[in-house]
């Protein structure tokens, strides 16, 4: 239920159809629940397995990729990924990372904007970096450029390490 919810905007059925054309409405549903099966299995973890249990008692590992699966389902052209690693171990995280670049290749199409303070995870996404400091851009280009840009030291790690 918590990725076909992601669907809303994609289906035509509404309560009318269900009221007055239930096959339409069913047939419909049986594609949603069809699709939502399959973004449960993009992932690394057994999502798909875990389909029947409330999203509150799955691991938070298992709920972030229940909550990127529900935004698929709306087939955006931009995914907006915000911390997507907060709160998970260094498994985890490298399963998240695996499962964000299978997804990239299997869909090239798609935009995605990571925002995450956690640099492997940045490291893992060479295309473009861009580094803001209170809301302000202090840098940007590859990860290797802008990790060594001493403002961006400067901004994260402190003023002794930027002159280190």
Known sequence: ??????M?????????????????????????????????KLGSGDLFEQRY??????AQADRRRLEIAR???SQPKLLLLD???????????????????????????LSVVLIEHDMRVV????QHVTCIDYGSKIAEGDFAAVRADPRVQEAYLGKAVAHA
Do not use: W, Y
């Open 1 to 6: 239920d918590n990725v076909i919810i992601g």
């Open 8 to 40: 809303h905007t994609r289906t035509r059925t509404g309560v009318l159809t269900a009221l007055f054309r239930p096959g339409a409405s069913r047939r419909e549903m049986a594609a949603c629940v069809e699709k939502a099966e399959t973004l449960l």
């Open 53 to 58: 249990r409330p999203a509150g008692t799955l």
């Open 71 to 73: 935004a698929l389902a």
């Open 83 to 109: 911390e997507p690693s907060v709160g998970m171990d260094d498994t985890e995280t490298d399963a998240l990372v695996a499962d964000i670049t299978r997804l990239r290749v299997q869909n090239p199409a």
């Open 123 to 126: 490291e893992a996404f060479p």
